[in-house]
């Protein structure tokens, strides 16, 4: 907690412009550019089929190429602020002890989880758009994988096998925020606090468990109308638009 506090006091800077150059490169919504790319400006992809501008909505109302151009651009927005956010917060490192390499690590980790949340959250509120965008489950995912690779195994196995048995993208997705804080939680007190050669602070533990559950809470509440279609029986399987 201590490390958290200083943080916050001496690094506020740091904290202010990570979000906000995060939240900008976030609020850049490929659905909506590339749909109106694809329909010559045509058609709002939030106008269209279920009216989320993500991943899904794109695959079902506008096709496949448009589809994986929306998961590599929304992915990699989130790959770019996590990095922006590594390099900020490098800055951070000679304010508290350089030469402590577990503690930099921490520090950085932080970075990436403040970068990763702003940039959801400009995904899903884009400035740009009228601050209506899409639910953040392929940015999130790109956080995930940016900040802990163990971590995003367990997530893409979870989404994986529910996607699997439904062939329902909002079950998986749900399922797998659901589980992001128990996992990040489970595998940073294992692997980063309670093995000695790693020797990770509680503090980082309670920080990324508490950064997972924020992400985890965001997505499932994008995902209300969702969950109430999936307690009906009327939430759609998979399908794409041929092209």
């Not at 508290?96 to 403040?114: H, M, P, Q, R, W």
């Not at 985890?216 to 969702?226: E, L, P, Q, T, W």
């Amino acid at each position: 907690m201590e490390l958290v506090l200083s943080i916050l006091s001496n690094c506020w800077w740091m904290i202010l412009l990570t979000a906000v150059i995060a939240y900008l490169l976030g609020s850049i919504n490929t659905a909506v550019l590339v749909t109106g790319i694809v329909t010559k400006g045509k058609d709002d992809i939030r106008n269209m089929g279920s009216g989320n501008a993500g991943f899904t909505n794109v695959l079902r109302s506008v096709g496949k190429i448009p589809a994986v151009i929306t998961i590599v651009c929304d992915a990699l927005k989130c790959v770019i602020a996590v990095l922006i956010g590594c390099f900020i917060f490098s800055f951070a490192v000679p304010m508290f002890d350089s030469s402590n390499t577990i503690l930099c690590n921490e520090l950085v980790a932080i970075g990436k989880y403040i970068a990763g949340i702003f940039c959801i959250l400009g995904h899903s509120y884009p400035i740009y758009f009228h601050f209506k965008g899409g639910k953040g489950v392929v940015t999130a995912a790109a956080l995930i994988a940016a900040v802990d690779w163990r971590v995003f195994i367990c997530i893409i196995a979870t989404f994986l096998i529910v996607f699997i048995l439904t062939k329902i993208i909002s079950a998986a997705s749900i399922t797998a925020a659901v589980l992001y804080a128990p996992f990040t939680f489970a595998v940073t007190l294992i692997f980063d606090y309670l093995m000695p050669e790693f020797g990770y602070s509680l503090s980082y533990v309670f920080f990324s468990t508490a950064a997972a559950l924020i992400i985890g809470v965001f997505v499932i509440v994008k995902h209300k109308a969702n969950i109430g279609r999936l307690m009906r029986g009327e939430e759609k399987k998979i399908t794409a638009k041929k092209q």
